[in-house]
């Protein structure tokens, strides 16, 4: 079920009881069974969302981004993947695709990556971990643990048997 005024794409493969809300952009990803895609959501081209996912509204999932099943993502949260980001090349010329390096990010299982959060490329957030709102991910967060802060650090550990 799609809302208003979305823009998916024919490559973009949608697993059963998606449900989209309005203003999405959706090209060249995968999105799991009874995902749901807020409003102003856009993932890009390469990306994939799993199972029962709840992507909040204005959240950017960008391409090489991978996020298992059962993830939250709250509101505003940005994926990036350049770590060195250019709009030209050193001869003036506008980049193109074959001009930078993608560097993958990996949201585990159960993780939950609060309001307007920013993800560096190459990370990767471990299972059921917890994100705070506005946090800036710079490096990878251990299964079960609680990171803030920018750049983002521990806060709480992960206890046996959670």
């Known amino acids: 079920m799609a809302g208003e005024f979305c823009r998916i ?5 949608l697993g059963r009881g998606v449900k989209i809300h309005s203003f999405v952009n959706l090209y060249g990803c995968s999105v799991g069974d009874e995902t749901l895609l807020g409003t102003f959501v856009e993932i890009q081209k390469g990306a994939r969302v ?10 950017f999932i960008c391409e090489g981004v991978r996020v298992e099943d059962e993830v939250f993502v709250g ?9 060195r980001p250019r709009a030209t ?3 003036g010329e506008p980049q193109a695709e ?6 993958p990010t990996i949201v585990r299982r159960g993780a939950s990556i609060g309001s307007n959060a920013t993800i560096l490329c190459g990370v990767e ?3 059921r971990a917890t994100v705070g709102a ?3 991910v710079t490096r990878d967060v251990p ?12 806060i709480k550990r992960a206890v046996s048997g959670e």
């Open 9 to 13: 794409a024919p490559d973009v493969v």
């Open 50 to 59: 799993g199972a029962r996912c709840k992507i909040s509204s204005h959240t």
């Open 75 to 83: 509101h505003g949260v940005m994926f990036i993947n350049d770590r």
């Open 89 to 91: 090349r050193d001869d």
């Open 98 to 103: 074959g001009d930078w390096t993608l560097e």
């Open 125 to 127: 957030i471990g299972e």
């Open 134 to 136: 506005g946090a800036v």
């Open 143 to 154: 299964a079960g643990a609680v990171v803030a802060g920018n750049p983002a650090r521990v």
